[in-house]
C-alpha cells in the first residue's frame, strides 16, 4: 500500500480545517504544534521531514488535546529531549501511552506499520520497547472496547474509507 503526505494532508485538513481551524503542514526536522496567531490563521499540526509516521503521531497528540491545550505552543507539554535517565524515561512513555495508541489506531486505519517510540536513542538507560509496546496494545484495546476519542475516531474512519480498510479488528494489534 502507497502511503503519501499528500493524501493524510488532504484528509487530515478536509475532516479538521474548517470545523477546528487546524491544519495538517508537511515541516522540517521538528515536529511541532503552533496554535493560530497574527501570522497564521490557522491551527497548524507540523510533522518532521516527510516522514508519515511522524504525521500519525504529531496528528495523535492532537486528538488527545483538549480545547485549552490546543491554544498552547506543543500543547504547553514538557519534552525531555534525547538523553533520559531511566526515571525520566518512564515518566515519558507513561504520558505517551495514549497518543501512541491513537497513533497505533491510525496507523492500522490506512495500512501502516506501527512501531512504538520509546524516542530515546542516546539515553543513559536501554528502554523496554517491548514492554511498552504492550502498554500501548493495552490502551488500543480499551480504545477499541470502550470507544476511540471523536476526532481519532472520525480521522480513522477517513483514513480507512481511503485506503479501504472495513474495519479495526483487534487482531491487528498483535
Request: charged residues 25%.
Amino acid at each position: 500500500m502507497h502511503h503519501n503526505n499528500d493524501d493524510i494532508i488532504a484528509i487530515f485538513n478536509r475532516c479538521f480545517l474548517e470545523h477546528y481551524n487546524t491544519e495538517l503542514i508537511l515541516g522540517g526536522d521538528e515536529p511541532i504544534y503552533l496554535p493560530a496567531d497574527e501570522s497564521n490563521r490557522h491551527h497548524r499540526v507540523i510533522f518532521a521531514r516527510g516522514y508519515f509516521a511522524s504525521a500519525l503521531h504529531e496528528i495523535a497528540h492532537w486528538c488527545i488535546a483538549g480545547p485549552k491545550r490546543r491554544l498552547l505552543e506543543d500543547y504547553g507539554y514538557w519534552y525531555e529531549p534525547d538523553g533520559r535517565t531511566a526515571e525520566v524515561q518512564a515518566e515519558f512513555e507513561k504520558v505517551e501511552i495514549k497518543p501512541q495508541a491513537l497513533e497505533w489506531i491510525l496507523a492500522a486505519s490506512c495500512g501502516f506499520r506501527f512501531q512504538v517510540s520509546c524516542d530515546n536513542l542516546s539515553g543513559n538507560c536501554e528502554p523496554d520497547r517491548f514492554g511498552f509496546t504492550n502498554k500501548v496494545r493495552g490502551q488500543v484495546l480499551q480504545y477499541l472496547e470502550y470507544g476511540i476519542p471523536d476526532r481519532a475516531k472520525q480521522l480513522s474512519e477517513a483514513l480507512r474509507a481511503h485506503y479501504g480498510i472495513a474495519v479495526l479488528q483487534p487482531e491487528m494489534f498483535e
